[in-house]
């Protein structure tokens, strides 16, 4: 499960940002976006995070996952289509 790795170096990353602003408190909310092709589970991540948070600044902060469409860029007309699952074709001319 790599969510737990990129969740410890997150929460590593946030604290030393923290830390680096000088500033006095904790973090409320930790808003990422995670492409749907990534490879990362946002399930897993969340459940990562929620065991790795206690302890630190994030301890009480909330995790929101955004999981934008890939973007697919024909290469024969140019078009740039939002997409769920890999494409095979284009919609406008239907190369592929």
Request: aromatic content about 4%; glycine content about 8%; proline content about 5%.
């Amino acid at each position: 499960m790599h969510e737990a790795a990129i969740v410890e170096a997150l929460i590593a990353e946030v604290q030393k940002q923290v830390a680096s602003a000088a500033c006095q408190g904790r973090v409320v909310k930790l808003r990422l976006r995670i492409g749907r092709f990534s490879g990362v589970s946002p399930e897993a991540l969340r459940f990562a995070f929620d065991l790795t948070k206690p302890g630190t600044l994030l301890a009480e902060a909330e995790l929101e996952i955004e999981e934008p469409s890939a973007l697919c860029v024909c290469t024969l007309c140019g078009q740039r289509t939002p997409v769920d699952d890999l494409v095979v074709a284009c919609p406008v001319c239907g190369s592929g």
